[in-house]
C-alpha cells in the first residue's frame, strides 16, 4: 500500500484498457491521521516493530514499508500513503478519464473504535463522495462500523467481510444497510450455495483473494461481480474470452 503501488495499478489499467477498484485498508496513528497500511503491527512489513496506532504519521513516514518486497526502494516504494493521498490519487486519475474506484477497508479493532468511520466518512464528504455516484465502496469486518456506515453514507456502497464462518449471516441475509458480502475465497469454497442464498434476499456476493486461474474461474462460473486479487492480469487472461464473446 505505497504511493508506487497504487500509481503503477492505475499505468496498468490505462495500458490494459480496463477499469479497476483500488483497494486499501485504513487505520489510524497516533496522531489522528488516517494511514493506508494493512497490518495493525509493522514487524511484517517494515523495519520497526509495534503497533499503528503508536506511531504518528511522520514517524512512519520514516521507515521502510518497501524492502520486504523490493530491493534498494524509491521513495516511492517505501513510504506509507495516507487516505487523503490516495483519494487525490483517484480523483486525478478520474480527471484523466481513467476509470479507477477505491475500496477503502476500515480496520478493526481500533484505540478510538469508530472514529475511524467518521474521519472517514468525514474525509469522503470532503471531496463530494459521500452520495450515489461516488467512485468509492467502504468494506470492513465490524458488523457495528457497517451498521454506522450505513446511517453516516446511505448512499455510498458498502460491504461486510466474513471469514472463517458466515454464522449469523449464512442464510443469506446481512445488517441492516449493507446489500454486499465480502467472503473469503476459502469459504466460498466450502460453500458455494451461499451465493444463491445471498442473492435470494437481494444480497451481492463479492470475494477475496483470487489469485489462481482455477479459481478465478470458479468466481466466474458463480456469477459473482466483484473480484478482489493481487494479480489482475490473470483475471483478465480468465475472463477477457467471456467479455470479447
Not at 503497533?51 to 518486497?69: I, M, N, Q
Not at 526502494?73 to 486519475?93: H, I, K, M, N
Not at 475465497?185 to 482455477?214: F, I, K, M, S
Request: net charge negative; glycine share 8%; with cysteine.
Amino acid at each position: 500500500m505505497t504511493l508506487a503501488a497504487y500509481q503503477e495499478a492505475i499505468a496498468w489499467s490505462i495500458a490494459e484498457g480496463v477499469p479497476v477498484s483500488l483497494e486499501c485498508d485504513v487505520q489510524l496513528t497516533a496522531d489522528r491521521q488516517l494511514v493506508c497500511l494493512h497490518d495493525a503491527t509493522l514487524g511484517r512489513t517494515a523495519d520497526a516493530t509495534g503497533r499503528v496506532s503508536d506511531w504518528t504519521l511522520a514517524e512512519l513516514r520514516t521507515l521502510d514499508f518497501g524492502s520486504w518486497k523490493v530491493p534498494h526502494p524509491t521513495l516511492a516504494q517505501r513510504s506509507p500513503v495516507t487516505l487523503d493521498e490516495l483519494l487525490r490519487l483517484v480523483r486525478d486519475a478520474r480527471q484523466a478519464a481513467v476509470e479507477v474506484r477505491l475500496a477503502i477497508e476500515t480496520k478493526h479493532p481500533q484505540p478510538g473504535g469508530l472514529e475511524l468511520e467518521r474521519r472517514v466518512c468525514a474525509l469522503l464528504a470532503g471531496y463530494g463522495w459521500d452520495t450515489a455516484d461516488a467512485p468509492v465502496r467502504v468494506i470492513t469486518f465490524s458488523v457495528a462500523a457497517a451498521e454506522l456506515l450505513a446511517r453516516l453514507v446511505p448512499e455510498v456502497d458498502r460491504s461486510l467481510l466474513i471469514e472463517d464462518d458466515l454464522g449469523p449471516f449464512a442464510g443469506g441475509t446481512l445488517p441492516v444497510g449493507v446489500r454486499v458480502a465480502g467472503v473469503d475465497l476459502a469459504l466460498l469454497r466450502q460453500d458455494p450455495g451461499y451465493v444463491e442464498r445471498a442473492r435470494r434476499w437481494g444480497n451481492e456476493v463479492h470475494v477475496w483473494t483470487v489469485n489462481e486461474p482455477a479459481d478465478i474461474a470458479f468466481c466466474r462460473d458463480l456469477g459473482l461481480t466483484g473480484i478482489t486479487t493481487d494479480h489482475p492480469d490473470r483475471v483478465l487472461d480468465v475472463l477477457q474470452p467471456q467479455w470479447l464473446g
